[in-house]
């Protein structure tokens, strides 16, 4: 069955280092690999999206890279800060006649001053 | 703000009652998603609307159903509710292949 898996339900990193999130998918051929960013009691905002061609994509502090062959995208936030303690959710969309975003359960990142 | 809107942001109802949850997408998309959101299950797509027509279909029950209209509006409507049912549910839209913008969510609770 297909599954999507983020490495930790928690992760706590010290305030400057770099936080990396691991997302692991089985039985998906995805076209496209979105990261979200989500605070407790509102909506998933969109961070970075990278294409099954591509290997990175950076934005400022954000990095997110895609090997189809592990099936697996890794995502980092370098120099963290408290304000970006949320938790981040991977998202797979096929291009199977339809565009339904499958979300991971998500990684409730802490950033310790 | 998002662009996304969501209506009601919370509600409370009880067992047995019909809700509608109403969505108007950013201006200019022409998709519109609804997932449902609770502690134990994660983001679970609903269903997906397209310029009117329903495009994709997900986990969704048959006491639920949705529909959008000719102003893109979307409205998700939850009937014969369960406790169950309780979770906060999540509008999104997108122009096409791209981040989905999501709304600030509705509340919903059942007693």
């Known amino acids: 069955s297909q599954k999507i898996e983020q490495n930790s339900e928690a992760l706590n990193i010290q305030e400057g280092k770099t936080a990396t999130l691991t997302c692991n998918y089985t039985n998906y051929s995805p076209a496209y690999l979105q990261w979200y960013r989500q605070d407790p009691g509102r909506g998933p905002v969109f961070l970075l999206l990278i294409r099954e061609n591509e290997k990175e994509k950076r934005k400022e502090r954000l990095k997110v890279t895609f090997d189809t062959t592990l099936k697996q995208s890794l995502f980092h936030i370098t120099a963290s800060q408290p304000a970006d303690s949320a938790t981040y959710l991977c998202a797979l969309e096929t291009n199977f006649g339809n565009e339904k975003l499958t979300f991971g359960t998500g990684t409730r990142l802490t950033i310790i001053p | 703000d998002s662009g996304v809107t969501q209506t009601p942001k919370h509600l409370i109802t009880a067992t047995g009652q019909r809700v509608t949850l109403r969505c108007s997408p950013r201006?200019?998309?022409?998709?519109v998603y609804w997932y449902q959101q609770s502690l134990d299950q994660g983001l679970q797509f609903l269903i997906q609307y397209y310029n009117g027509e329903e495009r994709a279909k997900g986990n969704i029950l048959e006491r639920f159903s949705a529909q959008q209209f000719p102003d893109l509006h979307s409205e998700l409507n939850l009937s014969s509710l369960e406790l169950g049912d309780s979770a906060l549910y999540f509008c999104?839209?997108?122009?096409?292949?791209?981040?989905?913008?999501f709304g600030s969510g509705t509340r919903l609770t059942v007693v």
């Open positions: 999104a839209s997108s122009v096409g292949a791209g981040g989905y913008t």
């Open positions: 201006s200019g998309d022409l998709s």
